[in-house]
């Protein structure tokens, strides 16, 4: 990624792809006299003025799906992040070593061990979506400040009211479980045992019917409700996307095309049209796979085809999360670019680059 | 009756229940003419007693009063009943709080 599309980014700050976990003041609305700024998410000094990233970009073979990366990047300047600074692609296998010699520094293992874990968490996560990081971190029993995630309280409980009562038809088939193992026959209880699953002896039994692998249920289910929370925030970009398209279809004058350069750049944006229409296209099928399961279950209380999507449901939570960050960093890019106006050098650049990163890293060395 | 039931669409809705006889019942899925209840214990289903309306604390454009119901079948843990409201954009109040209101289908943006 160079430093036009690192600013671009910064500009416009896509949740799902930028957590600035950079100290900051907070609006008038929530702050008081004793507490005017937001202390920096991680607490050890060498991490305080981080910004955390999902990129995509073809650093390892494979579908776009698989190219999403989590990027620790670190400015020079705390008050400038976009005036230059490093970076590091890491994964949730991350080790103090890694961070020593990303920092060039020694340091102390009990003071970034909670840092770490939080790193490795948002590693794990397959979109920065502040629900999702809010949801993530409470689930996991991770101590952070909460008001990082950008979601109020209320925007919050209303999303996890929605995902939770999507649930109801799986808790519906839990009524015919055991009743030892199911340990509630309020349709309710099932639904938030299924939303908070926490209950070892409910889940494994569940499981067990719907055929999922000893031991993966929780990341299944979970998973699952991953899904439902991604149809939602695609359906949120649909408009924006439209404009986008349009924006990358629109034709050059003939004369025009006689410049190599502008071919050339007009390749790139034919490039990054057909990617960009490829992940909403895979979106879209999965999407339908999920709703077919799901309506099956409550149309005709057929419980085959959702054991049948649940086989496969963590690839595609994944692979959403990828195709989010490709859509995301994409409409950042187009807002900046948009503003810009047509021909201006910058706006082409961020373009060029785009399509750049998504050929891999052979066509950037060339 | 039962063929019936699927015979219609169902839909889901969260935190609707149903007030049998001044007994509450959550519900499962339900159709325009139908509805699948958790079996409350001390209800005769044979025979349910009136009142009869539908109650929803999340959305009370829901509460509704039911004119009838009688028993279909059981299915374990779960009783379903037939019904008759007066409403008549009852299912399409019930499509529109389905849980599935909002998976609408990716459009095609690209043209």
Same mark, same amino acid.
């Given at each position: 990624?160079?430093?036009?599309?690192?600013?671009?980014?910064?500009?416009?700050?896509?949740?799902?792809?930028?957590?600035?976990?950079? *100290?900051?003041?907070?609006?008038?609305?929530? /702050?008081?006299?004793?507490?005017?700024?937001?202390?920096?998410?991680?607490?050890?000094?060498?991490?305080?003025?981080?910004?955390?990233?999902?990129?995509?970009g073809r650093e390892t073979p +494979?579908?776009?799906?698989?190219?999403?990366?989590?990027?620790?990047?670190?400015?020079?300047?705390?008050?400038?992040?976009?005036? +230059?600074?490093?970076?590091?692609?890491?994964?949730?296998?991350?080790?103090?070593?890694?961070?020593?010699?990303?920092?060039? @520094?020694?340091?102390?293992? $009990?003071?970034?061990?909670?840092?770490?874990?939080?790193?490795?968490?948002?590693?794990?996560?397959?979109?920065? $979506?502040?629900?999702?990081?809010?949801?993530?971190?409470?689930?996991?029993?991770?101590? *952070?400040?909460?008001?990082?995630?950008?979601?109020?309280?209320?925007?919050?409980?209303?999303?996890?009211?929605?995902?939770?009562?999507?649930?109801?038809?799986?808790? $519906?088939?839990?009524?015919?479980?055991?009743?030892?193992?199911? !340990?509630? #026959?309020?349709?309710?209880?099932? /639904?938030r045992k299924l939303w908070e699953?926490?209950?070892?002896?409910?889940?494994?039994?569940?499981?067990?019917?719907?055929?999922?692998?000893?031991?993966?249920?929780?990341?299944?289910?979970?998973?699952?409700?991953?899904?439902?929370?991604?149809?939602?925030e695609f359906a949120k970009r649909? @408009?924006?996307?439209?404009?986008?398209?349009?924006?990358? &279809?629109?034709?050059?004058?003939?004369?025009?095309?006689?410049?190599?350069?502008?071919?050339?750049?007009?390749?790139?944006? !034919?490039?990054?049209?057909? *990617?960009?229409?490829?992940?909403?296209?895979?979106?879209?099928?999965?999407?339908?796979?999920?709703?077919? #399961?799901?309506?099956?279950?409550?149309?005709? &209380?057929?419980?085959?085809?959702?054991?049948?999507?649940?086989?496969?449901?963590?690839?595609?939570?994944?692979?959403?999360?990828?195709?989010? /960050?490709?859509?995301?960093?994409?409409?950042?890019?187009?807002?900046?670019?948009?503003?810009? +106006?047509? !021909?201006?050098?910058?706006?082409?650049?961020?373009?060029?680059?785009?399509? /750049?990163?998504?050929?891999?890293?052979? #066509?950037?060395? $060339? | 009756?039962?063929?019936?039931?699927?015979?219609?669409?169902?839909?889901?809705?969260?935190?609707?229940?149903?007030?049998?006889?001044?007994?509450?019942?959550?519900?499962?899925?339900?159709?325009?003419?139908?509805?699948?209840?958790? %079996?409350?214990?001390?209800?005769?289903?044979?025979?349910?007693?009136?009142?009869? %309306?539908?109650?929803?604390?999340?959305?009370?454009?829901?509460?509704?009063?039911?004119?009838?119901?009688?028993?279909?079948?059981? %299915?374990?843990?779960?009783?379903?009943?037939?019904?008759?409201?007066?409403?008549?954009?009852?299912?399409?109040?019930?499509?529109?709080?389905?849980?599935?209101?909002?998976?609408?289908?990716?459009?095609?943006?690209?043209?």
């Open positions: 990624m160079n430093t036009a599309r690192f600013k671009a980014l910064l500009e416009t700050c896509p949740p799902s792809v930028l957590f600035d976990a950079r *100290a900051r003041d907070l609006p008038a609305g929530e /702050a008081d006299d004793a507490n005017r700024t937001l202390p920096a998410f991680f607490e050890h000094s060498l991490l305080k003025n981080v910004v955390v990233l999902k990129t995509v +494979g579908p776009i799906g698989a190219a999403v990366q989590t990027r620790i990047y670190v400015p020079f300047d705390s008050k400038r992040a976009d005036h +230059g600074g490093v970076s590091m692609v890491y994964g949730d296998d991350l080790q103090l070593s890694d961070l020593e010699k990303f920092t060039d @520094a020694k340091i102390d293992p $009990a003071r970034i061990e909670a840092d770490l874990q939080k790193l490795k968490l948002l590693a794990r996560l397959p979109s920065f $979506a502040p629900f999702l990081m809010r949801d993530a971190f409470e689930r996991a029993n991770l101590a *952070a400040d909460l008001r990082h995630f950008k979601v109020s309280d209320a925007e919050a409980n209303a999303m996890r009211d929605t995902l939770k009562a999507k649930l109801k038809p799986l808790a $519906a088939m839990a009524l015919a479980l055991p009743a030892n193992a199911v !340990g509630d #026959s309020r349709l309710d209880m099932l /639904a699953l926490d209950d070892a002896n409910f889940l494994k039994a569940f499981g067990h019917a719907l055929k999922i692998p000893e031991g993966e249920t929780l990341d299944t289910l979970y998973a699952w409700i991953g899904v439902a929370f991604f149809q939602r649909q @408009a924006k996307l439209r404009e986008l398209a349009a924006w990358l &279809s629109q034709k050059r004058e003939p004369q025009e095309m006689r410049n190599e350069f502008v071919r050339s750049l007009e390749a790139d944006r !034919g490039q990054l049209r057909d *990617a960009l229409r490829r992940a909403w296209t895979q979106a879209g099928q999965t999407f339908e796979r999920y709703n077919k #399961s799901y309506d099956a279950l409550i149309a005709d &209380s057929d419980a085959l085809p959702l054991v049948e999507y649940l086989r496969n449901v963590r690839g595609d939570v994944i692979t959403l999360g990828a195709q989010l /960050a490709l859509l995301e960093q994409c409409l950042g890019v187009y807002e900046v670019a948009a503003r810009a +106006g047509r !021909g201006n050098p910058e706006a082409e650049e961020l373009v060029r680059d785009l399509a /750049a990163s998504l050929r891999g890293p052979e #066509s950037r060395a $060339a | 009756m039962g063929r019936e039931r699927r015979a219609h669409a169902r839909y889901v809705v969260d935190g609707l229940m149903v007030d049998i006889g001044g007994v509450l019942h959550e519900t499962m899925d339900l159709s325009a003419r139908a509805v699948a209840v958790v %079996r409350k214990a001390g209800v005769d289903y044979a025979k349910p007693k009136p009142p009869f %309306r539908f109650v929803s604390e999340k959305a009370p454009v829901l509460n509704a009063a039911i004119g009838n119901m009688a028993r279909l079948h059981d %299915r374990g843990p779960v009783v379903v009943l037939d019904y008759l409201t007066v409403r008549p954009d009852w299912e399409a109040l019930l499509a529109a709080h389905d849980v599935r209101a909002d998976m609408a289908p990716l459009e095609d943006v690209f043209g």
